[in-house]
């Protein structure tokens, strides 16, 4: 059985793209501003060999007092969903959705969303979904994110690693969806492109 988790955050790691351009590494830079749906994208890096997965059953959690202010709500509470989204059998995206029990409460739905991509479902929803600027941040390896997106994945190495996020609102309820980037990534999209050059 999972532990309560606790969904934290760093108020001053999150921040625009712009601001920590200069910072990421080139190759991941179409990753981190990808502006459609990261499933696709995926898929399309990783074709067949793409594997999604949940991560456990949808658990609950603790909201942090600075997530609650981020998130606008006054909830403590709420349930969190985490994802991977593997390739060549190796973790390539790890991804965390927060779900307040004010917005469960209005969208009861999102607390059987089972092995559905978040995004796919929200934009099917068929209420009024507005997505929040997407902010951007580097994880140090004891960032809670990081060892999140890292456990379970003994082939992670233990460095930084990039994540974005952003605050969808459905019908005005936020939903928080957190995705970080795995060094497996830049090494799958690689060996495509060698791959493609020896043709």
Do not use: K, N
Not at 41 to 50: A, F, N, S, T, V
Not at 80 to 107: G, K, M, N
């Amino acid at each position: 059985m999972h532990a309560r988790a606790t969904i934290a955050e760093r108020a001053s790691s999150w921040t625009t793209f712009e601001l920590v351009e200069s910072q990421v590494p080139h190759a991941l830079h179409s990753w981190l501003a990808e502006p459609g749906l990261l499933t696709a994208r995926i898929r399309d890096l990783c074709g067949p060999l793409m594997r999604f997965r949940m991560l456990g059953p949808l658990r609950a959690a603790h909201v942090s007092a600075e997530l609650q202010a981020r998130l606008r709500v006054g909830d403590a509470g709420g349930l969190l969903r985490e994802i991977e989204f593997c390739c060549l059998r190796e973790r390539v995206v790890y991804a965390q959705t927060v779900l307040p029990d004010s917005t469960v409460r209005v969208h009861s739905w999102l607390g059987e969303l089972g092995d559905s991509p978040i995004g796919e479902s929200l934009r099917r929803a068929g209420g009024t979904l507005e997505r929040e600027p997407i902010e951007y941040a580097p994880l140090p390896p004891d960032h809670e994110l990081a060892l999140a997106a890292c456990q379970g994945s003994p082939a992670v190495e233990r460095d930084t690693v990039w994540a974005r996020r952003a605050v969808y609102r459905l019908d005005g309820r936020p939903i928080l969806v957190q995705e970080v980037f795995l060094p497996a990534l830049l090494r799958v999209q690689d060996e495509r492109v060698r791959h493609q050059a020896a043709r």
